[in-house]
């Protein structure tokens, strides 16, 4: 009974989730921010930007979660068939529909870069016209709707006003991807939950040769914004150890929205992932 009663309730949630607005403007402003960063001005502008024009789909989604999770605001009669720990289950089951959304986006987004040759990535003599999103990046994407899912929930727990839980929800996501480069420090882009790479390594001062770096570095040469040469560097470890800190983050907000016997195992697991997922990342960090 309490089985059935709660994947109706996940049904429910399912279809109120795929109608509210939110998530469709979003995915509206993700490709308007993707289409802008086609503008290139610089090498790896497209590369990074790309993975940064995801952030209002995810505002979006956190914004429907909110949706979702302020009706558990209203007092539900102490007979309901769902306590409330299944009911926050439920509305969370509810907002798969939309991280598939997400998910269905980026992997044609990178169909369609495959099909149409790659992204430019590095200046010359060490550039490449067909890069790739590594496998772990395009999973970052997909564990970042996770997120959005699970931080809307917890906001609106936390705060107990839908309205603030969406300012403070649309204030983080915009600096997450507007001003990602904000967070590509050595330090904070561990801990930023929307990782843009390449990583630049200082490799020589800018009267270097840079015909006598090894020909398959990808550099960065010494412009307005550095004064010395890098090699740019892409690492699939650094991207998978970020995305263990994801599943850490992600359960340390589910904890928050779900009450229950299962809060504190969830806290404790994900504190325990998020932590060892940020250390390794630094160890990695080329």
Same mark, same amino acid.
């Given at each position: 009974?309490?089985?059935?009663?709660? *994947?109706?309730?996940?049904?429910?949630?399912?279809?109120?989730s795929?109608?509210?607005?939110?998530?469709?403007?979003?995915?509206?402003?993700?490709?308007?921010?993707?289409?802008?960063?086609?503008?290139?001005?610089?090498?790896? *502008?497209?590369?990074?930007g790309?993975?940064?024009?995801?952030?209002?789909?995810?505002?979006?989604i956190?914004?429907?979660s909110?949706?979702?999770?302020?009706?558990?605001?209203?007092?539900?009669?102490?007979?309901?068939?769902?306590?409330?720990?299944?009911?926050?289950?439920?509305?969370?089951?509810?907002?798969?529909?939309?991280?598939?959304?997400?998910?269905?986006?980026?992997?044609?987004?990178?169909?369609?870069?495959?099909?149409?040759?790659?992204?430019?990535?590095?200046?010359?003599?060490?550039? !490449?016209? *067909?890069?790739?999103? !590594?496998?772990?990046?395009?999973?970052?994407? &997909?564990?970042l709707?996770?997120? =959005?899912?699970?931080? &809307?929930?917890?906001?609106?727990h936390?705060?107990?006003?839908?309205?603030?839980?969406?300012?403070?929800?649309?204030?983080?996501?915009?600096?997450?991807?507007?001003?990602?480069?904000?967070?590509?420090?050595?330090?904070?882009?561990?801990?930023?939950?929307? @990782?843009? @790479?390449?990583?630049?390594?200082?490799?020589?001062?800018?009267?270097?040769?840079?015909? !006598?770096?090894p020909? %398959?570095?990808?550099?960065?040469?010494?412009?307005?914004f550095? %004064?010395?040469?890098?090699?740019?560097?892409?690492?699939?470890?650094?991207?998978?150890?970020?995305?263990?800190?994801?599943?850490?983050?992600?359960?340390?907000?589910?904890?928050?929205?779900?009450?229950?016997? =299962?809060r504190?195992?969830?806290?404790?697991?994900g504190?325990?992932?998020?932590?060892a997922?940020?250390?390794?990342?630094?160890?990695?960090t080329?």
């Amino acid at each position: 009974m309490t089985t059935t009663a709660t *994947q109706e309730l996940a049904r429910i949630e399912a279809r109120r989730s795929l109608r509210h607005p939110a998530p469709w403007l979003g995915l509206a402003l993700s490709g308007l921010m993707a289409w802008n960063t086609w503008e290139e001005t610089w090498s790896g *502008q497209r590369y990074t930007g790309l993975v940064a024009s995801l952030t209002p789909l995810l505002l979006g989604i956190s914004l429907a979660s909110v949706a979702a999770f302020g009706r558990e605001l209203v007092p539900v009669a102490d007979d309901a068939p769902l306590g409330r720990a299944r009911r926050s289950a439920a509305r969370l089951l509810g907002a798969l529909p939309l991280v598939g959304v997400a998910v269905l986006l980026v992997v044609a987004a990178a169909l369609w870069l495959r099909s149409t040759g790659g992204l430019s990535l590095g200046d010359e003599p060490g550039r !490449t016209a *067909q890069a790739h999103h !590594t496998l772990p990046e395009l999973v970052q994407l &997909g564990l970042l709707a996770c997120l =959005a899912v699970a931080v &809307g929930a917890a906001a609106v727990h936390v705060l107990r006003q839908r309205l603030a839980a969406s300012i403070v929800l649309s204030i983080g996501w915009f600096l997450a991807g507007a001003t990602y480069w904000i967070f590509n420090g050595p330090v904070l882009r561990a801990l930023a939950p929307v @990782q843009v @790479q390449p990583v630049y390594v200082d490799v020589g001062p800018p009267e270097t040769d840079p015909l !006598t770096f090894p020909a %398959d570095w990808l550099l960065s040469a010494p412009g307005e914004f550095q %004064d010395h040469w890098a090699r740019v560097v892409v690492s699939p470890a650094l991207a998978w150890w970020h995305n263990a800190y994801l599943v850490g983050l992600v359960l340390l907000a589910v904890a928050v929205a779900v009450p229950g016997r =299962a809060r504190r195992p969830l806290l404790a697991a994900g504190a325990a992932i998020a932590v060892a997922g940020v250390l390794l990342q630094q160890a990695v960090t080329p």
